[in-house]
């Protein structure tokens, strides 16, 4: 079935680093590819998307580029900042009633 | 204006009870969904309904009864509370092909 593999954390950055978190994806067809973002004691909210190969989602600063060759959708921001310390799930949508299969999620810190 | 809304934010229960959660969305979308996130935020597809439908139902124990009262809502009731049923559960809703959008999340906690 259809999985997604995010790497292990928690990520631990200072404030104006380079962040990057891997994702990678298994699936049949061609998935839909999110990432979402969970600040604490919040609900989840989309963060950016790419719907087909080599689209670009980007929102906030934050970037990852839909690549079919690699099955990725890495997340990258060029300059972190506290308040971006969240947990940040990947995610995909494949099926014909679009349900979310996520990655477990890595926790970013952001220290000053 | 709340899109997505779930009550109650806190349900703290004790083993063997029986409760529910609901769920309303203002979006005018037709698909819902229950999500389950465990205590090591793992996140995992429970049922989805589409106008009211039963779509996917991903081999929850049938303790747990999603009931669809109008395309607007969606609810969820819990029997025979375990301890393993303690995990924030979240509701979404979704429009065509466009993304889902979750609510804030319900704690349960099971003692």
């Known amino acids: 079935g259809d999985s997604v593999t995010q790497m292990e954390g928690p990520v631990t950055l200072s404030e104006e680093a380079f962040l990057t978190i891997n994702c990678t994806y298994t699936?049949?067809?061609?998935?839909?590819l999110f990432w979402y973002v969970q600040y604490p004691g919040e609900g989840l909210q989309l963060l950016l998307k790419?719907?087909?190969?080599?689209d670009k989602g980007s929102n906030k600063g934050f970037e990852a580029t839909y690549r079919k060759e690699t099955t990725s959708f890495h997340l990258e921001k060029g300059s972190v900042q506290v308040s971006d310390s969240a947990v940040y799930f990947c995610?995909?949508?494949?099926?014909?009633?679009?349900?979310?299969?996520f990655g477990t999620g890595t926790r970013l810190l952001v220290s000053p | 204006d709340t899109a997505v809304s779930q009550t109650p934010k806190y349900l703290v229960t004790q083993m063997g009870n029986d409760k529910s959660i609901k769920c309303e969305q203002n979006?005018?979308?037709?698909?819902m969904y229950w999500y389950k996130q465990d205590s090591k935020k793992f996140l995992k597809i429970m049922f989805s309904?589409?106008?009211?439908?039963?779509?996917i139902n991903e081999t929850v124990p049938n303790r747990f009864s999603p009931k669809s009262p109008d395309k607007a809502h969606l609810n969820l009731h819990i029997n025979s509370l375990e301890l393993g049923d303690s995990a924030v559960y979240f509701c979404?809703?979704?429009?065509?092909?466009?993304?889902?959008?979750f609510g804030p999340g319900t704690r349960l906690t099971v003692t």
């Open positions: 979404a809703s979704r429009q065509a092909d466009y993304e889902q959008y």
């Open positions: 995610a995909l949508s494949s099926s014909g009633f679009q349900k979310l299969v």
């Open positions: 979006l005018g979308h037709d698909t």
């Open positions: 309904y589409n106008n009211k439908e039963l779509i």
């Open positions: 790419a719907t087909k190969a080599d």
């Open positions: 699936a049949t067809g061609y998935p839909s």
